[in-house]
T-cell receptor, first 111, second 115 residues
Framework: SQQGEEDPQALSIQEGENATMNCSYK?????LQWYRQNSGRGLVHLIL?????REKHSGRLRVTLDTSKKSSSLLITASRAADTASYFC???????????FGTGTKLQVIP | GAGVSQSPRYKVAKRGQDVALRCDPI?????LFWYQQALGQGPEFLTY????????KSGLPSDRFFAERPEGSVSTLKIQRTQQEDSAVYLC?????????????FGEGSRLTVL
């Protein structure tokens, strides 16, 4: 079963616009991560935010985490056609426990 | 190696055949995960190794699925008597040592099609 649920399921925007994806999860976490997957490829790690952090930036990416609401958001600013991919959140409970993934948001950036 | 390597990349099996999927993690990575990804879905956890110890196999769908990592490096996921519902991409990931799993490094996956 999936730990996280993302919305929207699909998002289509024009190049240059910002894209926001949300993730809700169910159990307590040590950290939350975001991954990107191009069609037919493996997942690539984008950013990790720990449970005691509220916001983190990496280049054009901004991640927020609200542990009281068990939710996170990923913002991609000034989107490019190359950002077209599926994006997944993943939760790590810490210790020697499994990392579980959300259902994903499929992002299409139109040139 | 430079990254996580999985083989074969594509496998077509007839229903009832046994298949073996191999994962070669990044050298020195202690943790190794197997995930199953159906088309249009997120990766679903199958099993997890810390070195050669299989710490969690709660995601294996049935006793037809078996995974091993005998020397704490290469891992093999075996599916016996394949069924059509086993058709999916099987992803392997590894991570560095540490109490926190941290970043997972994924292979390109093995796409299994059962006819």
């Amino acid at each position: 079963s999936q730990q996280g649920e993302e919305d929207p399921q699909a998002l289509s925007i024009q190049e240059g616009e910002n894209a926001t994806m949300n993730c809700s999860y169910k159990t307590s976490i040590n950290n939350l991560q975001w991954y990107r997957q191009n069609s037919g490829r493996g997942l690539v790690h984008l950013i990790l935010i720990r449970s005691n952090e509220r916001e983190k930036h990496s280049g054009r990416l901004r991640v927020t985490l609200d542990t009281s609401k068990k939710s996170s958001s990923l913002l991609i600013t000034a989107s490019r056609a190359a950002d077209t991919a599926s994006y997944f959140c993943a939760t790590d409970p810490g210790g020697y426990q499994k990392v579980t993934f959300g259902t994903g948001t499929k992002l299409q950036v139109i040139p | 190696g430079a990254g996580v390597s999985q083989s074969p990349r594509y496998k077509v099996a007839k229903r009832g055949q046994d298949v073996a999927l191999r994962c070669d993690p990044i050298s020195g990575h202690v943790s190794l995960f197997w995930y199953q990804q159906a088309l249009g879905q997120g990766p679903e956890f199958l099993t997890y190794f810390q070195n050669e110890a299989q710490l969690d196999k709660s995601g294996l769908p049935s006793d037809r699925f078996f995974a091993e990592r005998p020397e704490g490096s290469v891992s093999t996921l075996k599916i016996q008597r394949t069924q059509q519902e086993d058709s999916a991409v099987y992803l392997c990931a590894s991570s560095r040592p540490g109490l926190e799993t941290g970043e997972l490094f994924f292979g390109e996956g093995s796409r299994l099609t059962v006819l």
